[in-house]
C-alpha cells in the first residue's frame, strides 16, 4: 500500500496542503523501520562493462539525488544492457530490497535525423499519430489515410488524430505535436476545448501545437484537430510528444510521417 501511495503521487496532485501534510503524516507513522534506518545500503548500475556504485556518502544528503554522465564518445551499443542491485553490508538481499524503493533513470541523450526516429511509447502513458486527407463531397466527408506516397495537393486539408492512451490516472500531462512544414493550422485562438470525454486547453505556436490536460483518466482517448497543405514539396510531419509533467519518466513520442505536395 506504502509504494502505491508513493507511485501514485508520482504522477497526480493532492489537492490542498493539508492533504499533502496529512498524506506525508500518514505515510511517516506506517512507514517500516528498515525504510528509513539503512544507511549502509548501496545500489549499484552495471552499465555495459562499466559499473557505478552509489553509496549515501555519495549521494545527496536528504533526498539521495545522485548523477553520473557519460560522454558521448564513451558510449558503446553494450550500454544498452543494464542491471540495478541493492546491497547491503549488515543486512541481507531479501532485507535490503523490502527498505525504501529506489528510483531513477538511465537515457540516451543524443541528435538524430527525424526520419530515422521511431515510435516510442511508455507502458503508462503512449501516443499515436496519423494523418488523414480529408475528401469532401455533397453526401459526406471521407478520410483518407495518409501514407509516404500518398498524392497530395496544395489547399488539402488534412485531419491530425492523436490516439492517447492512459494506463492510471495522471495529473498535469501536456501534449506537443510538431507541425509539418508547408502546413498551417486551422485553429489559430488558444482556447479550452472539450473531446471525446477529455478537456484540454490548446494553444497553436509557429512550428507546434500544444495540448495541456490538467487531469487525465486511464482509458483511450482521440483527439483530432485540422491543418491545410500551402506548400509544394516533400516534409515531414513531424512527432508527437507526450508527458506527464509530474513525473518526466513517464513520456513517450509516436512515429513520423512523411508528405509528398505535388503541383
Known amino acids: 500500500m506504502i509504494r502505491w501511495v508513493i507511485q501514485q503521487k508520482k504522477s497526480n496532485h493532492w489537492a490542498t496542503t493539508p492533504a499533502t501534510a496529512e498524506a506525508c503524516y500518514a505515510l511517516l507513522k506506517s512507514l517500516p523501520a528498515n525504510y528509513l534506518s539503512n544507511p549502509t545500503r548501496k545500489v549499484t548500475f552495471q552499465v555495459g562493462a562499466q559499473s557505478f556504485q552509489i553509496s549515501p556518502e555519495q549521494a545527496e544528503a536528504g533526498t539521495g539525488f545522485y548523477r553520473q554522465r557519460i560522454d558521448g564518445k564513451k558510449v558503446t551499443s553494450a550500454m544498452g544492457n543494464i542491471t540495478c542491485t541493492v546491497s547491503s553490508e549488515n543486512k541481507s538481499t531479501t532485507q535490503s530490497l523490502s527498505a525504501a524503493p529506489v528510483m531513477g533513470s538511465i537515457y540516451y541523450q543524443y541528435l538524430e535525423n527525424l ?3 521511431k515510435g516510442s511509447s511508455h507502458p503508462a502513458l503512449s501516443v499515436e499519430k496519423i494523418l488523414y486527407l480529408q475528401k469532401d463531397s455533397l453526401q459526406s466527408k471521407q478520410l483518407v489515410p495518409i501514407q509516404s506516397l500518398t498524392p497530395l495537393r496544395r489547399g488539402d486539408r488534412i485531419i491530425c488524430r492523436l490516439i492517447i492512451t492512459c494506463k492510471q490516472p495522471m495529473d498535469y500531462v501536456y501534449l506537443k505535436d510538431m507541425r509539418g512544414s508547408g502546413t498551417e493550422p486551422v485553429d489559430v485562438i488558444s482556447s479550452y476545448r472539450w473531446q471525446d470525454g ?4 490548446q494553444t497553436t505556436r509557429d512550428a507546434h501545437t500544444g495540448f495541456f490536460f490538467r487531469h487525465l483518466n486511464k482509458g483511450t482517448f ?3 484537430y485540422s491543418i491545410n497543405i500551402t506548400h509544394i514539396g516533400s516534409f515531414a510531419a513531424g ?25
Open 222 to 224: 482521440i483527439i483530432n
Open 239 to 263: 512527432l508527437a510528444n507526450i508527458e506527464c509533467l509530474y513525473a518526466p519518466e513517464y513520456r513517450s513520442h509516436s512515429n513520423n510521417t512523411n508528405m509528398r505536395v505535388a503541383e
Open 115 to 117: 526520419n530515422n526516429i
Open 198 to 201: 477529455v478537456g484540454y486547453y
